[in-house]
């Protein structure tokens, strides 16, 4: 039988699993970058599913465990719409690459794109961050 203690107790697995994707997702660039500074040229496309498959799969996985947590959705302040608007923003750079790449055939670097990427969804994570650690100085305050 089910507790309501169990059912809770997985879906925090399930955020915790979450997270570990995100992060294996992330660091499935580390041989990337690690070919590109020996100065080897990979190809983009041995990392990018890998890539996506960590970071959109953790991220469906903590949305649904926090919708079953049934934790209160997060209040929208500048910091909030700021950050996750550069999130938005940095993955939006890849539109111009890819299309460049495929649609016109012509031939671009994935290091003229990158930075603008990073930029983005690097800054609107800080952001997030900040808020986070803002939201938590003042319940401690309070």
Known sequence: ?????????????????????????VLAWLPFIVLQIAGAKPSLLWFLPFHLI?????????SSAREEMETPPAKKDLFHI??????YAGILVWAPYFYLKIITDQGVEVMSFLPYHLAGVLGGLLLLVVRYLNDRKNKVAA
Do not use: C, H
């Not at 089910?2 to 994707?21: D, M, P, Q, S, W």
């Not at 700021?82 to 999130?87: D, H, K, R, S």
């Open 54 to 62: 960590g970071v959109v799969g953790g991220a469906r996985l903590r």
């Open 1 to 25: 039988m089910l507790t309501k203690e169990r059912i809770y107790n997985t879906a925090v697995l399930r955020y915790r699993l979450g997270t570990g994707l995100i992060w294996l997702g």
């Open 82 to 87: 700021f950050g996750y608007g550069l999130i």
